[in-house]
């Protein structure tokens, strides 16, 4: 046979429903796919990328832009405002500066908010390649800042 599809060499049909899934829009019914995955393998590479990225694609979906935008520019420390407004950013390739944005949300920021960017910061880094040298970069200012 031909060279084998990205799915095939993946070996897990649920792939080939989450890819069938993207290409109609269907978010969720990707989102699933991917998250049955997960069950069965919770550590799977592929698959909590794929994920990351279906979710960042879902929220930015749900955003209103220039409202986020607007919200970020005039709320420098309401975590949520930066946290949409880094997705954005993400989702339309700056991811220098989306990475940036958090790290310094999250520098001014104590307690709870903090975790939760830490999280956040973390779920984007999924969305990249491993070894993409912006998330090595942003990985280390973080873990040079928790200490």
């Known amino acids: 046979g031909g060279p084998a599809s990205a799915a095939e060499m993946l070996g897990d049909p649920r792939f080939e429903t989450a890819q069938e899934a993207m290409d109609s829009g269907d978010l969720d019914a990707a989102a699933a796919a991917l998250e049955q995955v997960l069950e069965d393998s919770p550590e799977h590479p592929v698959a ?32 949520d405002a930066q946290i949409q407004a880094a997705d954005l950013e993400l989702a339309s390739g700056q991811i220098q500066e ?17 975790n939760k960017i830490r999280l956040h910061l973390l779920n984007l880094f999924e969305v990249l390649p491993p070894r993409d040298p912006r998330v090595a970069k942003a990985r280390a200012k973080l873990s040079s800042m928790l200490f």
Do not use: M, T
């Open 48 to 79: 909590k990328a794929w994920l990351s990225q279906v979710d960042l694609i879902r929220r930015v979906s749900s955003y209103d832009r220039a409202k986020v935008q607007r919200a970020a520019r005039e709320n420098p420390d309401d975590v």
């Open 98 to 114: 989306s990475f940036d944005r958090l790290l310094g949300v999250f520098q001014r920021a104590s307690g709870d908010d903090k």
